[in-house]
């Protein structure tokens, strides 16, 4: 059994900053690769940052220079540092990983996600 668990969303201001966690707990052997996805209403969900094992990183254009992703391997843990919010950058913030719980078994798992609102 995995579980991931988010934290640190919020309401702030156009301008502002928020960082959110994402652990993940029980039968994690390995973690390939982290990230998050975001959903704003009557949109689809998008892929906004993912982390390799290895630290290498990626993210879509429009949080290019405002949003950090990064990983902390020893706590099973990713975080995104997201800075110069904008209105746009609302939505249901999404964490998952790539996990391998045995040597034959790995898949993807997925946070419960966390509301991020950013008012103009």
């Known amino acids: 059994q995995v579980q991931l668990v988010e934290s640190g969303g919020g309401l702030v201001r156009a301008g502002g900053s928020l960082r959110l966690s994402c652990a993940a707990s029980?039968?994690?052997?390995?973690?390939?690769?982290m990230g998050w996805y975001r959903q704003a209403p009557a949109n689809q969900r998008e892929l906004v940052a993912t982390?390799?094992?290895?630290?290498?990183?990626a993210y879509i254009d429009s949080v290019k220079g405002r949003f950090t992703i990064s990983r902390d391997n020893a706590k099973n843990t990713v975080y995104l540092q997201m800075n110069s919010l904008k209105p746009e950058d609302t939505g249901v913030y999404y964490c998952?990983?790539?996990?391998?719980?045995?040597?034959?078994?790995?898949?993807?798992?997925w946070g419960q996600g966390t509301q991020v609102t950013v008012s103009s």
């Open positions: 982390i390799a094992s290895g630290g290498t990183t």
């Open positions: 998952y990983a790539l996990i391998r719980t045995t040597p034959s078994v790995t898949q993807n798992y």
């Open positions: 029980g039968s994690v052997s390995s973690i390939n690769a």
